[in-house]
């Protein structure tokens, strides 16, 4: 796959398996893609030297957080995985009607009065609000109700508010990346002052399945380590728990319009809330893990322990796929139109891999896809996205040039 720094120009290159596909991905997509190279172009050697040195970052979180804890996990307890299997076959069909409102489904808009409301301080016209609000997310699946609240007790959305007096006003949602809640990690990321100066309200959210104090290693990787069943929820519920926000801010003339940016997991959760919030005005996608099976058969270790499981288990890689196509931007159309949304990739990233972000990018009929020389982790430099941020969202009409 030949790619290079800048807007990605979506030429056609026979050799690549990147493509625009026509039905189902999960059987549809080449099993061969996890072995294509990345072949960037126009880079310096320097620049690819940089590049290089920035990709080895990415083995701290891959090492650190994801892949290794899951090996330990799995391979300890391979039922925690695949017990869920006998819950497969729901999930599979709502994939295989690319039905997105039969897994995320609208939510009730909350009562003012069950809202809880902490002013943290002041802001030049504004204030900044933490708010607490009950989530009526219940599980998609009737028969997994029980499994899924044994592993997941989380019944309130979290979200750090940066209001203006007076009218709505345009509002940007930020939805952190993996075990990068912290608020002022985002708030860098995405130049979220610089949108409040411009006249944006600003709300980000801490995902359902992300604990203030971890108790234990296993609830490192409990997201997914669960199996496919549990992360298809858990990924509904965090787009349930998103769209609850629209509303709340919305009905309390916070908001007048809405755009959602997301990083790493957090661009997982915004490209599921892109196949199914028609309230949305824009999206800005960063480094998106969403395509959770083929990442994990490329993640090492874990990806050594994945396909020894499945096949003494006798399922197909399709099979793998299928089960988690529910929480896949590439089993639903997007409700969003391909010229208000973004995606900024990272050339040299281990864990956002190139070739599954052009796909996205392929599948959105062909949206505005920036390349920029960084890894998943490795950003040299302070407002890293600020300029294709500000960019995108005055073409798109949410903020005044």
């Given at each position: 796959?030949?790619?290079?720094?800048?807007?990605?120009?979506?030429?056609?290159?026979?050799?690549?398996?990147?493509?625009?596909?026509?039905?189902?991905?999960?059987?549809?997509?080449?099993?061969?893609?996890?072995?294509?190279?990345?072949?960037?172009?126009?880079?310096?050697?320097?620049?690819?030297?940089?590049?290089?040195?920035?990709?080895?970052?990415?083995?701290?979180?891959?090492?650190?957080?994801?892949?290794?804890?899951?090996?330990?996990?799995?391979?300890?307890?391979?039922?925690?995985?695949?017990?869920?299997?006998?819950?497969?076959?729901?999930?599979?069909?709502?994939?295989?009607?690319?039905?997105?409102?039969?897994?995320?489904?609208?939510?009730?808009?909350?009562?003012?009065?069950?809202?809880?409301?902490?002013?943290?301080?002041?802001?030049?016209?504004?204030?900044?609000?933490?708010?607490?609000?009950?989530?009526?997310?219940?599980?998609?699946?009737?028969?997994?109700?029980?499994?899924?609240?044994?592993?997941?007790?989380?019944?309130?959305?979290?979200?750090?508010?940066?209001?203006?007096?007076?009218?709505?006003?345009?509002?940007?949602?930020?939805?952190?990346?993996?075990?990068?809640?912290?608020?002022?990690?985002?708030?860098?990321?995405?130049?979220?002052?610089?949108?409040?100066?411009?006249?944006?309200?600003?709300?980000?959210?801490?995902?359902?399945?992300?604990?203030?104090?971890?108790?234990?290693?296993?609830?490192?990787?409990?997201?997914?380590?669960?199996?496919?069943?549990?992360?298809?929820?858990?990924?509904?519920?965090?787009?349930?728990?998103?769209?609850?926000?629209?509303?709340?801010?919305?009905?309390?003339?916070?908001?007048?319009?809405?755009?959602?940016?997301?990083?790493?997991?957090?661009?997982?959760?915004?490209?599921?809330?892109?196949?199914?919030?028609?309230?949305?005005?824009?999206?800005?996608?960063?480094?998106?893990?969403?395509?959770?099976?083929?990442?994990?058969?490329?993640?090492?270790?874990?990806?050594?322990?994945?396909?020894?499981?499945?096949?003494?288990?006798?399922?197909?890689?399709?099979?793998?796929?299928?089960?988690?196509a529910c929480c896949n931007a590439l089993t639903f159309e997007p409700v969003l139109a391909s010229d208000r949304i973004m995606i900024i990739g990272s050339l040299y990233?281990?864990?956002?891999?190139?070739?599954?972000?052009?796909?996205?990018?392929?599948?959105?009929?062909?949206?505005?896809?920036?390349?920029?020389?960084?890894?998943?982790?490795?950003?040299?430099?302070?407002?890293?996205?600020?300029?294709?941020?500000?960019?995108?969202?005055?073409?798109?009409?949410?903020?005044?040039?």
């Amino acid at each position: 796959m030949k790619v290079s720094a800048g807007k990605e120009p979506y030429r056609s290159d026979p050799k690549s398996h990147v493509v625009k596909l026509s039905g189902s991905w999960w059987s549809e997509l080449s099993l061969g893609i996890a072995k294509e190279t990345t072949e960037i172009e126009g880079e310096s050697i320097w620049a690819k030297v940089r590049g290089s040195l920035l990709s080895l970052l990415d083995w701290l979180p891959l090492l650190g957080l994801l892949s290794v804890p899951h090996y330990y996990l799995v391979r300890k307890d391979p039922q925690s995985y695949f017990g869920d299997r006998d819950q497969w076959g729901f999930y599979n069909a709502i994939a295989d009607q690319g039905a997105a409102d039969e897994i995320f489904k609208v939510p009730c808009s909350p009562a003012a009065d069950s809202v809880k409301h902490v002013q943290k301080k002041t802001l030049t016209a504004g204030k900044v609000v933490h708010l607490s609000i009950p989530s009526s997310f219940e599980p998609v699946n009737p028969d997994f109700t029980d499994r899924y609240w044994k592993h997941h007790a989380h019944r309130h959305i979290k979200s750090e508010l940066w209001v203006h007096e007076g009218e709505p006003r345009p509002t940007f949602i930020v939805v952190h990346g993996y075990d990068t809640e912290i608020y002022g990690i985002n708030r860098g990321l995405f130049s979220t002052r610089e949108l409040y100066d411009m006249g944006c309200n600003i709300c980000l959210i801490k995902l359902p399945f992300h604990r203030s104090k971890m108790k234990s290693f296993a609830e490192t990787t409990h997201f997914f380590r669960h199996g496919p069943a549990y992360t298809n929820e858990v990924m509904a519920h965090a787009v349930h728990d998103c769209r609850t926000m629209i509303s709340y801010m919305m009905d309390q003339q916070i908001a007048s319009k809405v755009a959602i940016g997301g990083i790493s997991l957090g661009s997982f959760v915004a490209s599921l809330v892109v196949s199914a919030e028609k309230r949305l005005h824009a999206a800005v996608i960063i480094d998106p893990v969403y395509n959770l099976s083929d990442s994990l058969i490329e993640w090492p270790p874990v990806n050594k322990l994945i396909v020894k499981l499945l096949a003494q288990q006798g399922i197909s890689f399709q099979q793998f796929r299928h089960a988690y196509a529910c929480c896949n931007a590439l089993t639903f159309e997007p409700v969003l139109a391909s010229d208000r949304i973004m995606i900024i990739g990272s050339l040299y990233d281990r864990i956002a891999i190139p070739r599954y972000v052009k796909l996205l990018g392929e599948h959105w009929n062909q949206c505005l896809l920036v390349w920029k020389g960084y890894s998943h982790v490795g950003v040299p430099v302070s407002q890293p996205f600020w300029t294709e941020i500000k960019a995108h969202l005055t073409d798109t009409g949410f903020i005044e040039p």
